[in-house]
C-alpha cells in the first residue's frame, strides 16, 4: 500500500517542481526525478489542486488531524527533533484553479481548505507551495493505510461550511484564497475594462503583450495584498485563463453590458455580486451553455437565468 500511495504522490508531481534541502538557501526549479530526493518538495502544479497541505507548528502535530475530528491525512511528514509536521490530505479528482468557466469548484476547495484551517489551528501564513517531502528520510512519514483520497464532499461532512462560502467580504487572502482574490481582481477590474482596447490595437504579437500586461497585474495585485504572495507561475496560469477566455469572448455588447451593470449595482456589494452573476449568465448563454447549467454554474434558480438572458434578446 506505502509503495502504491509513493507512486501516486510522484506522478502527481509538477515536472519541474520547486525543491531545495536547505529552505534558508533558497529554492531551485528541478526536474521532478532530481526534485524527488530533496528533503522540501512543490507538491502541486501551479494550475491545479491534488493535495492539501497544513503546516502545524507544534508538538504532537501528526495527530492534529485526529484532535480536530478530521479524517487520517493521505500522509503526514514531522519532523523529527520537534514533533512539528505537514499533513496533506488527498484529493481524488484534483481541481482547476483560476478557469473562468470553472470557478465554482476553485472556490468550493478554498472553502473547505479555510474550514479546515480553522479546525486545525494550522499555520495561517503557510502558501502551501513547499512541503516536507515525504518520501524523504530526513522526516517521520505516516501514510493513510486505508488509502487517503477524498472528494470535496466527503470533507465536508467532517466541516462547518455556511461560514466559509457565499461571504460577503473578499475571500479570506491566504491559502487558495489568493488565487480566488487575484482571479477576481484580474478578471473584473483589469480584464473586463481592457480587453476591447487591447484588441483594437491590432499589432503584431498583440495578444502575447495582453498576456504578459495581465501576469505583470496579477503579480503586482498579489504582492501588494497577499503577507504570502503568489509564486510567478501560479499568477502565469491565471493571467493567462483569464486573458484568453475574455479575448475570446468579450464583444463590445458584452463589455457595454457589464460597464452598465457594474455602474448600476453603485459600489453595494450584495448588488455588485448579483450584478456580476447576470452579465456572467449572458456571456455562458452567448457560449451555447444550456440554462440549467448556467443556474448549476452560477447557483442560481433556472427562471433567474431565463430571465437575465431573455432581458439581451429583446
Known amino acids: 500500500m506505502i509503495a502504491d500511495q509513493l507512486e501516486l504522490f510522484q506522478s502527481r508531481l509538477p515536472s519541474k517542481p520547486y525543491c531545495t534541502d536547505d529552505l534558508a538557501t533558497g529554492l531551485k526549479i528541478r526536474p521532478a526525478s532530481m526534485a524527488s530526493r530533496k528533503r522540501y518538495i512543490q507538491a502541486n502544479p501551479p494550475w491545479l489542486r491534488s493535495w492539501l497541505i497544513f503546516d502545524i507548528d507544534r508538538e504532537n502535530a ?68 513547499i512541503t516536507k517531502n515525504p518520501a524523504h528520510p530526513h522526516w517521520r512519514t505516516f501514510w493513510n493505510r486505508d488509502g487517503g483520497l477524498y472528494e470535496l464532499g466527503d470533507l465536508q461532512e467532517w466541516l462547518d461550511l455556511p461560514k466559509f462560502i457565499n461571504k460577503k467580504d473578499p475571500p479570506e487572502r491566504v491559502g487558495l484564497g489568493r488565487n480566488v482574490d487575484t482571479f477576481d481582481h484580474l478578471r473584473t477590474v483589469r ?68 460597464a452598465r451593470v457594474k455602474g448600476r449595482a453603485g459600489g453595494k456589494a450584495k448588488g455588485a455580486a448579483y450584478e456580476d452573476k447576470r452579465v456572467s449568465a449572458r456571456l455562458m448563454k452567448a457560449q451555447g451553455m444550456s440554462l ?23
Open 292 to 314: 440549467r447549467a448556467i443556474a448549476r454554474e452560477l447557483g442560481v434558480n433556472h427562471q433567474s437565468v431565463a430571465n437575465w438572458t431573455r432581458e439581451v434578446s429583446k
Open 62 to 129: 501528526a495527530l492534529a488531524w485526529d484532535d480536530a475530528h478530521l479524517p487520517e491525512p493521505f500522509w503526514t511528514s514531522q519532523n523529527p527533533a520537534n514533533g512539528h509536521a505537514h499533513l496533506c490530505f488527498g484529493l481524488d479528482a484534483p481541481v482547476l484553479l483560476g478557469q473562468h468557466d470553472r470557478q465554482k469548484p476553485m472556490r468550493y476547495l478554498a472553502a473547505v481548505e479555510s474550514a479546515m484551517r480553522e479546525k486545525l489551528q494550522s499555520d495561517p501564513g503557510y502558501s502551501g507551495l
Open 191 to 258: 480584464a473586463y475594462p481592457s480587453v476591447l482596447k487591447w484588441k483594437r490595437r491590432k499589432e503584431h504579437g498583440i495578444f502575447v503583450r495582453w498576456i504578459a500586461w495581465l501576469h505583470e497585474m496579477a503579480q503586482q495585485h498579489t504582492h501588494e495584498n497577499h503577507g504570502r504572495p503568489l509564486d510567478h507561475r501560479e499568477c502565469h496560469h491565471i493571467a493567462k485563463s483569464v486573458g484568453t477566455w475574455t479575448w475570446n469572448n468579450f464583444s463590445e455588447a458584452e463589455r457595454s453590458e457589464w
